[in-house]
């Protein structure tokens, strides 16, 4: 009896040993093949090429006889709506699979994150759909953006007050 028991284990445990090693192979075949160095290269140079956007927007608003604060407000302004627009489109999508990393540039990757949350949740309504579900991406950038402001202060204020800092 004890026999059978064991031998009923270690068949057991071959068959794991087998479902794993075909579970394995399933995955291997599955994953995407990718190429670390060309999505780096995508990455970079789409990042780049958003980043060169903003400046030429600054450039154009102060061309514009706008001082140069308002000229890099106005840039935000700018790549916010093009990031949006583009979300809309289903564009800014196409180009993240593509560039990766290099779309996550922080303002409009922040814009693509939230409209892309306002239009999945918008057949809820105004209320239920955009105005809460805008907010789950929204809501933990703003609270650890002035949760991390806040800490930095008071380590900055700290080191002041202590004379460690002028």
Do not use: H, R
Request: charged fraction near 15%; glycine fraction near 12%.
């Amino acid at each position: 009896m004890k026999q059978e028991v064991n031998a009923a284990k270690v068949l057991g445990e071959q068959n794991s040993l087998k479902q794993k090693k075909l579970y394995g192979e399933y995955v291997k075949q599955k994953t995407p093949k990718c190429s670390w160095l060309l999505n780096m290269i995508n990455a970079f140079w789409v990042g780049g090429l958003i980043c060169v956007l903003g400046q030429i927007s600054t450039n154009i608003w102060i061309g514009l006889n706008i001082s140069e604060e308002d000229a890099k407000l106005c840039t935000v302004v700018v790549l916010v709506l093009l990031s949006v627009i583009l979300t809309g489109l289903g564009w800014y999508s196409t180009i993240a699979k593509f560039a990766g990393a290099g779309t996550v540039v922080p303002i409009t990757g922040f814009a693509n994150s939230v409209s892309s949350s306002a239009i999945e949740y918008k057949k809820e309504g105004q209320v239920f759909g955009i105005g809460c579900q805008i907010f789950k991406v929204a809501g933990p950038v703003i609270l650890y953006g002035i949760f991390s402001s806040w800490v930095l202060g008071l380590i900055y204020w700290i080191l002041k007050t202590v004379g460690f800092i002028g």
